[in-house]
């Protein structure tokens, strides 16, 4: 249960047996615990779309945080993992409690390249941290963003959580041996990193992708499909779902207007932000900061 203080929320959907999705809103100034049992036979996925929370187990001898835009994966057959989790001010957390079960029944296809799907690994303790996709990120808005009054809810929910995993999941593009050096060359996988580092610093006005090869010394070509093979998109896709990222964060942070956030993040004009906010995240960026407020 959540032991809640003032503008906290917790909301718990089952989509089927060994199926749930748990979204933690703290919006107070004071951290909040949940604790929920759960049996060993259940994948645990965390989503932190900002703040901080601290996984607490066995009475605290063993924690770890999930940070902001990060996620973490946890399955452990061999020992059971009851969920005792505090959750820091200011922090949106949606987790993903699956069966392996059910799980297999999903990626039965897919257990090459799922590492604790394999035969090899099915007994064993499987832990996974990563930074939450730009893809990822807008389908858990979507998520969090659903009415909870619709008596198709379930329904969407289900549908985007299907969506989310097979995101998190998604095996890279095929690479043939002409691309393989690339990504084996680390000097060329630096270089890749250099240009995210760069669009994202100059996101108001970034440079062409031109300029922005020859800044890192890559020809045109190899910028393009290395980007696209270490983070699974073109470089301005990349960009704009980071800059609806930023923009929604700087929204909930209350401190700018519609107009200052759409500067900040590169237009020059309010409708054009409004529309490409819209287009991402379904809603206006006014009606988003009345949705949090």
């Known amino acids: 249960m959540l032991k809640n203080v003032g503008k906290s929320t917790f909301d718990e959907i089952t989509l089927e047996k060994g199926f749930y999705v748990l979204h933690f809103q703290n919006e107070s100034n004071k951290s909040v615990t949940f604790e929920r049992e759960i049996d060993n036979t259940f994948i645990q996925m965390h989503f932190c779309l900002r703040g901080n929370s601290k996984f607490l187990f066995n009475q605290s001898a063993y924690t ?8 973490i994966l946890l399955y452990n057959p061999q020992r059971i993992l009851p969920i005792n989790l505090e959750i820091q001010p200011k922090t949106t957390l949606v987790s993903l409690l699956i069966s392996i ?48 009054n619709s008596s198709l809810r379930e329904l969407y929910v289900k549908g985007k959580i299907y969506e989310l995993l097979s995101l998190h999941f998604q095996k890279e593009e095929d690479t043939n041996a002409e691309f393989c050096p690339f990504l084996i060359d680390e000097e060329n996988v630096l270089k890749i990193r250099k240009a995210k580092e760069i669009i994202i610093s100059r996101m108001a006005e970034p440079p062409t992708l031109q300029e922005l090869a020859n800044e890192i010394g890559l020809n045109l070509k190899k910028l393009k499909e290395g980007f696209k093979q270490i983070y699974g998109d073109t470089v301005f896709s990349f960009l704009l779902d980071y800059k609806m990222e930023h923009a929604r964060k700087l929204l909930e942070s209350n401190q700018h207007n519609v107009n200052e956030v759409g500067l900040q993040v590169g237009y020059s004009t309010a409708s054009h932000f409004i529309a490409a906010f819209k287009k991402k995240f379904g809603t206006t960026p006014k009606k988003y900061m009345q949705s949090i407020g």
């Open 64 to 71: 770890f945080d999930v940070l902001d835009n990060r996620s």
């Open 101 to 148: 079960e059910k799980f297999h029944s999903l990626f039965s296809r897919e257990s090459g390249y799922i590492p604790f799907l394999s035969d090899e690994n099915s007994n064993h303790k499987f832990y996974d941290d990563q930074e939450i996709k730009p893809t990822i990120s807008i389908v858990l808005q979507q998520i969090i963003n659903s009415s909870s």
